[in-house]
């Protein structure tokens, strides 16, 4: 039967669904997804917490309370430390190099500078002008401007060698004590001490710079000692021109030279040796008072405090406060799973709702806890009163997600778990839960209606912020000054466009992690321009009405109990897909009147019926329809009897030669559980079973519902039904009323006038006219190249 096309070949069900049906009722795997949620809920508690908000300020804010200390706090005071480093680099003296090159050029240079003065000298006496010879152009510069009596002067004295060797003497001494530049000598401040190595790489005892000659002073020495004995009346002037004569030997820089390498690392030594101050504080002193200006000296103090703390708790308590936290936790969860077990049996016993309230939930505490952090990085940089850091937690995330995804009363108890965790985190438990409860309710409510994306985002972003600003509004007195108001509704809108972001991202990925159908993705698939609708518009027209009739019957009785109309819309139009594998032997198909069940056994026949929903299972996994679409078509029949087939079974076998099993003529299941699925069912038979009345009325369709429903009762197909017998009463009302609208009668229209003769033979020639020419394009051969002729 499979070869010859009357069923499929392929299994009903894939084994991947029937490990993904196990494991969502496998209790030890919720087990499991709930030690996840104890254990993620405990993580963000033990890890190292944000700076308390009351114990974080910037500076030139007013301090809003006194903060006293908790425990005995030593700090190192760096303003003082540093005062003692730098006059520990201050009180290191200078070393300077003795330039030894500079002392051999001087003593090169004197000895060529009598040459000169003998060379003037003996010109002067030949009637000849001067003509320099020396490299020393400043000292040929400055004898060549020296008078005659000058020059005779210098040069008796160079012929004594007595002064000769007086000079180098002390020109040689000079350069070794040192000599400075002036310029360098005045930029230093009185008290600089200075140490000189001298050529043999000896360090001298230290030695005020104002001891040190500059190169003028060591010139005027030099002469005043060399002429101290003289008697000339010449003398100031011979003094004069031989301290010009020396200065030029020596150089305006001396002979000194800094060493910036040597003295920066004695520098750093003594920094190095310097003891840090250490400040105590005892513990219940104030090291903030209230309405005292900030400094950031008070700042980093408090900063220091807080560290301090941090580290003096985490170090003696740690153990204490897991152990609190972990009992807080189990505790918190134990509550919450007795609320959501007791408003929402079905997430509880669905492994896979768990794993989403789980997901979402961890994901929020990581997110809270990530934003805290981050605040706590930027605010200092920012100027941000830190105040504001609650303004930035995206509290509404949990709700904004799980409203859309299971519902809104989970979704707001979930917030308030959420809430409750990061309020510990804050030490401010009560604040954040009232904000959390306000949030999420008001988010959770506006959100869960939102038919598409967009809708989804901007009634997000809108109930987020606006709940912010509102919550704002009523702690108006807490704010001082119009600043931190503007960032406070600033960081509102930031948040509630970060948590509509995030979560619209994140609502993606969950409904293909999890296989989860929100409204806005059944509006996708409602959409008739989808490829499997339109196959089934064209290939199956019969069965594309009748899914367009359930799906309005269906959508009308699940808004008037108050379950999903969009889900038992988009359910209803997909459940008779399966009938596009055979669409010719469903009867809304067959146009030709015709039965093609005639020349088959009914067993045949019932297979073909039966397999249209593992064909249409098959191909909605095949067009990537969501599992709840699945479970539709392949519960909407549950395990009823294909009566017709059943009865003609039968009534072939009057004799009974062979045994006509009731099984074999039943769909396999399961029987259909949710509301929407259950509705769906009902209405596919009572539409079905609509098109058989000949005149309907209000009674004989009322007659008609009611006889299905208590058939669908007595057979046992809605005992696992969700569907109370209220609902099922305003179901059956429901169909009643829809059907009778679309089964509804109208008035014959009278013709107006009588039909003439030519006007009838005019229409009938020009469809026999289209009839032959139809005919002809059929019978016409192919062109040349397009095909083998008819033979």
Known sequence: MSKKGFIGSRKLRKSSDTLSSAADKSKPLGIFILSLIWAASLAVLILPQPNPANNI???????????????????????????????????????????SATGKNAVIDAELMFGEIRSKVE????????????????????????????????????????YKDK????????????????????????????????????????????????????????AKSLLKYYSNKNKEQLSS??????????????????????????????????????????????????????????????????????????????????????LICMFLMIV???????????????????????????????????????????????????????????????????????????????????????????????????????VCGFAGVAVRNAMNYRSYFIRAVISVTLSLLVLDLLNLWEFKGTGILIWTEGMSLVNGMLTATMALVLLFVLE?????????????????????LKRLQFEAPGTYHHSLMVSTLAERAAQLIKANPVKARACALYHDIGKLSKPDYFIENNISGESKHKELHPRISSMIILNHVKEGVDLAIKYK??????????????????????????????????????????????????????????????????????????????????????????????????????????????FVTTLCTMLHSRIPYPKEEEEEEDENDLFMESWKTAQSSEKDADEQPPASGSGPLPS
């Open 625 to 734: 329809l969501r599992r709840i679409v699945r479970d539709a078509i392949e519960q909407h029949h549950g395990t009823d009897l294909v009566y017709f087939f059943y009865k003609r079974a039968i009534e072939e076998n009057p004799d009974k030669t062979t045994l006509v099993q009731e099984q074999e003529y039943r769909y396999p299941g399961p029987l259909p559980h949710e509301k929407e699925v259950v509705i769906i069912s009902l209405a596919d038979a009572c539409e079905a079973a609509s098109r058989t009345l000949q005149k309907p009325s209000p009674a004989k369709v009322d007659e008609l519902v009611w006889e299905i429903f208590r058939k669908r009762l007595r057979d046992g197909q809605l005992d696992d039904g969700a569907l109370s017998f209220g609902e099922f009463a305003k179901v059956r009302k429901s």
């Open 123 to 162: 010109g002067e006496k030949l009637l000849s002008s001067y003509k320099p010879s020396g490299e020393n152009k400043k000292i040929n510069e400055i004898i060549g401007t020296l008078d005659k009596l000058t020059v005779n002067d210098i040069y008796q004295l160079s012929e004594s060698s007595e």
């Open 336 to 438: 919450t799973g007795l609320y959501i077990s007791h408003i929402h049996p079905e997430v509880t016993r669905s492994n896979q709702q768990i794993w989403t309230m789980g997901t979402v939930v961890i994901l929020s505490l990581l997110l809270n806890y990530t934003c805290m952090r981050l605040f706590d990085i930027v605010s200092p940089e920012l100027n941000i009163s830190p105040a504001l850091q609650q303004q930035i937690i995206p509290l509404a995330l949990p709700a904004v997600l799980l409203s859309v995804l299971i519902g809104l009363r989970v979704a707001v108890y979930a917030g308030l778990y959420v809430a409750l965790i990061t309020g510990m985190m804050f030490e401010d438990s009560l604040n954040i839960l009232i904000k959390g409860m306000l």
């Open 512 to 532: 293909s992690l999890f296989q989860i159908s929100t409204n806005m993705t059944l509006l996708t698939i409602c959409d008739f321009n989808h490829p499997l």
């Open 241 to 326: 021109a031989m301290s010009e004569i020396i200065l030029a030997l020596i150089g305006e820089k001396g002979n000194l030279l800094y060493d910036k390498e040597i003295t920066e690392g004695n520098r750093s030594t003594a920094a190095a040796r310097v003891i840090p101050v250490m400040v105590e504080i005892k513990k219940r002193q104030p090291i903030i008072v209230k309405n005292q200006t900030v400094s950031e000296k008070d700042q980093r103090i408090l900063q220091l405090y807080s560290e301090e703390l941090q580290n003096v708790t985490a170090a003696e308590n740690f153990w204490r406060k897991a152990v609190r936290c972990a």
């Open 167 to 222: 000079f180098i003497s002390l020109l040689k001494n000079a350069l070794e004590q040192g000599i400075i530049n002036k310029a360098e000598k005045d930029g230093h401040t009185y008290g600089q001490q200075i140490r000189i190595i001298d050529t043999r790489g000896r360090i001298r005892y230290a030695k005020l710079m104002s001891e040190i000659t500059t190169s003028e002073e060591a010139a005027q020495s030099i």
């Open 57 to 99: 300020l910037i500076p030139n804010q007013i301090a809003p309370q006194s903060i006293f200390v908790d425990i005995d706090f030593i700090y190192k005071d760096e303003e003082a430390t540093e005062k003692l480093k730098e006059n520990a680099r201050t009180s290191v003296p200078l070393f300077y190099k003795i330039d």
